[in-house]
């Protein structure tokens, strides 16, 4: 785990335990999908694996980091936009963009999206 977060006051093990009550669109006994709080398109879901790992940076188990791609799918799906088409997001570190240092994928869909840098 690197060195300047912790799990003791992450937000986003705390939603995984289901502290605040957070609908989740998603859950298994590896990770949670819940709609992100400030949504970049009409669908913006992220997928949050349930140990508190930062981020690529922390290597985490490669079957862990497969499991969350490998959900994306289906989350797309229960979301609706599975056909219509979906990007797969996941920033590390601060010029990324990264905000919440526990690992997340966001899955976001449901218009045309920009063909910009991602
Ligand atoms: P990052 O920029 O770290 O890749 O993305 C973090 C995302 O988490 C942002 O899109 C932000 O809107 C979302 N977020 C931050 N705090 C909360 C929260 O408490 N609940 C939910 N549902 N989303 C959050
Ligand atoms: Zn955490």
């Known amino acids: 785990m690197s060195k ?8 986003f093990c705390k939603i995984a335990a289901g502290d ?3 609908d989740f669109v998603y859950a298994d006994e590896v990770c949670v999908a819940f ?10 879901t992220l997928i949050v ?16 980091l497969g499991h969350l791609f490998g959900r994306a799918h289906e989350v797309a799906r229960l979301k609706g936009v599975a056909d219509s088409g979906y990007r797969i997001i996941q920033n590390n570190g601060e010029d990324a963009g990264q905000t919440v240092m ?5 899955v976001i869909g449901g218009s045309q999206l920009g063909e910009g840098l991602v």
């Open 49 to 64: 694996p349930r140990e508190h790992v930062v981020n690529l940076n922390d290597d985490p188990d490669p079957n862990l």
């Open 102 to 106: 526990h690992l997340h994928v966001h």
């Open 35 to 44: 709609d992100d709080l400030n949504p970049q398109a009409p669908v913006h």
């Open 4 to 11: 300047d977060t912790s799990a003791h006051d992450c937000i």
């Open 20 to 22: 605040f009550g957070t």
